[in-house]
Nanobody
Framework: QVQLQESGPGLVKPSQTLSLTCTVSGEFITTNGYYWSWLRQPPGKELEWIGTIAASGSTYYSPSLKRRTSISGDTSQNQFTLQLSSVTPEDTAVYYC???????????????????WGQGTQVTVSS
């Protein structure tokens, strides 16, 4: 079973860049067929997909966040990282990393199809 653990600052100032890392154990992030995603849940709202990095290194982003989002992988640490730039208080949320093993090309799966999740980390954007 894959285990995922989010880490990063819990407080970010407006206009700064939010940076979170997901450390993966139980599987290599380069294992073919795996996709590694970031999602978030703002207070009082539904869970929202942010973006995904494939085992191949290909990336996919939510159109609404694409301009501010970058996801990268570090194979030496078996981690993948989210960077969200120019944050505002509307980016306050619990951020999750998640994994899914797919037999084919990427698609945005329903939440129930993700195989494994991190516990989530609260990020607050405030001055």
């Amino acid at each position: 079973q894959v285990q995922l653990q989010e880490s990063g600052p819990g407080l970010v100032k407006p206009s700064q860049t939010l940076s979170l890392t997901c450390t993966v154990s139980g599987e290599f992030i380069t294992t073919n067929g795996y996709y590694w995603s970031w999602l978030r849940q703002p207070p009082g709202k539904e869970l929202e997909w942010i973006g995904t990095i494939a085992a191949s290194g290909s990336t996919y982003y939510s159109p609404s966040l694409k301009r501010r989002t970058s996801i990268s992988g570090d194979t030496s640490q078996n981690q993948f990282t989210l960077q969200l730039s120019s944050v505002t208080p509307e980016d306050t949320a619990v951020y999750y990393c998640a994994s899914i093993l797919l037999g084919g090309v990427w698609y945005i799966p329903p939440l129930e199809e993700y195989d494994d999740w991190g516990q989530g980390t609260q990020v607050t954007v405030s001055s």
